[in-house]
């Protein structure tokens, strides 16, 4: 047993704090500030991990968490931090992460909140099912931190209400008839929520989904019943299997932070721009109005149509060595990967030499690692964040860079 004060929030979610020695201990559940008593649970030479015994004095900053089920379910590391210290810890992750960075001519915004709809935003979920032997139905709800075993839940307060009431009907209907194991992603868009079942499930039992008032389509391995995709931001069609930003509230934000970015080009109204990773459409349709040509690539096919854009269904890598060999000209790259980021396309992303690259992306971490490796041709002049994911320590950045021998 020991005990420690909590001195800052990490990248992970975990709090972190120092022992006499200055070795770091990593621990979940903590808030900055707090004096704990712990128990060791692993120790390495230069960090430790250690379990909450006791919170001997709260930190300023730590609340009674607004669910049940924080510190068993693995969705949100931080419900027991209020709102505005949950801003400041991700502030600082930020700023840490950026260090290496400032000192050029860099603008850091203050990053964008979500405040007061810090709960209810989650438009979008994965729930994980399981059916114990013997038992009359699966269990439906989140995996634990760091481990396959679900945790069935009633209701989550991050969700938005449609979505709410369509997990209601999944876990009272569609739970005594699914076996095995499996997963439903679920989404809500302007019609009402569109959910694809992937697992052992009966075919009339996800067809009768569609009866429930929230619920407007339901997949099934090919068969759909209703719609098979819904209508978000932009008009956008998204199926519940294809990539949605979880939050409507943090995606509009999001869209309005990119396209202001590609607006402020002096060439903005007639700019050539290549865009990686543009899933369905969604930044696309955000900035295409100051565009004149677009060319936007995504392994995933769209059924978006947009005058003056060129979907290509591709591998961003492939798409960006032919770009380069072609030597089209482009004024603008925009990319927003997935979180491990897309450090071998950097190379070829410098060879379309664009005046300006704008870089969305859900890890700080990856998003450095692949701005370094463009450092020589292109410094960082602005970085906005955006909460898109309160209660947990994920948030997103938009990092503009400009091109060194631009003029
Ligand atoms: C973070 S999402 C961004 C989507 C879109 N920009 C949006 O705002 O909805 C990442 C996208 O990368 C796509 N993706 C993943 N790996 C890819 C690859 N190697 N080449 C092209 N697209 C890829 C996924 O299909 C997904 O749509």
Redesign the pocket.
């Given at each position: 047993m020991t005990t420690l004060t909590i001195d800052e929030l990490a990248a992970g979610g975990d709090g972190l704090g120092r022992d006499e020695q200055g070795r770091v201990t990593f621990v979940a559940g903590a808030a900055v500030g707090d004096r704990l008593k712990l128990e060791i649970t692993s120790a390495k030479r230069s960090f430790a991990r250690g379990r909450i015994i006791e919170v001997i004095e709260a930190g300023p900053g730590r609340r009674e968490a607004p669910c049940e089920y924080a510190g068993r379910c693995g969705g949100c590391q931080w419900l027991h931090v209020d709102y505005p210290s949950q801003i400041e810890a991700k502030t600082a992750i930020l700023g840490s992460q950026l260090r290496k960075f400032v000192g050029e001519d860099l603008v850091i915004h203050p990053m964008i909140d979500v405040a007061p709809q810090e709960l209810g935003w989650r438009r979008r979920a994965r729930f994980a099912w399981v059916r114990p032997r013997r038992s009359d139905r699966a269990l439906v709800g989140f995996f634990e931190a760091g481990s396959k075993r679900v945790t069935p839940i009633d209701g989550c307060v991050q969700m938005e209400p449609m979505l709410r009431r369509a997990h209601e009907a999944i876990v009272e209907q569609l739970a005594p008839r699914l076996t095995g194991k499996g997963s439903i992603v679920a989404l809500a868009g302007k019609e009402g929520v569109t959910v694809a079942i992937e697992g052992p499930c009966e075919p009339a039992a996800a067809q009768a989904l569609v009866e429930h008032e929230a619920i407007v389509g339901v997949r099934l391995g090919k068969r759909t019943f209703g719609l098979g995709a819904v209508t978000l931001e932009g008009g956008l069609r998204v199926a519940p299997d294809?990539?949605?930003?979880a939050s409507s509230t943090g995606n509009e934000k999001?869209r309005q932070v990119v396209a202001a970015m590609v607006a402020n080009h002096p060439k903005a109204g007639s700019l050539r721009i290549a865009e990686?990773?543009?899933?369905?459409g969604?930044?696309t349709e955000a900035f295409v109005e100051h565009a004149e040509a677009v060319v936007a690539?995504?392994?995933?096919e769209t059924t978006m149509g947009l005058d003056g854009v060129r979907f290509i269904q591709?591998?961003?890598?492939d798409m960006a060595r032919s770009l380069a060999r072609k030597e089209e000209p482009f004024d603008v790259v925009v990319l927003?990967?997935?979180r491990v980021g897309a450090r071998e396309l950097m190379p070829w992303l410098a060879k379309l030499k664009a005046s300006e690259i704008i870089y969305?992306s859900?890890d700080p971490a990856t998003l450095v690692r692949d701005m370094t490796a463009l450092a020589q041709k292109y410094a960082l002049v602005e970085v906005q964040a955006i909460d898109m994911m309160p209660q947990t320590a994920h948030f997103e950045v938009v990092a503009r860079l400009r091109r060194r021998d631009a003029a």
């Open positions: 294809q990539f949605a930003q999001l990686f990773f543009s899933g369905a969604n930044l690539v995504d392994t995933v591709g591998s961003a890598i927003d990967p997935p969305v859900c």
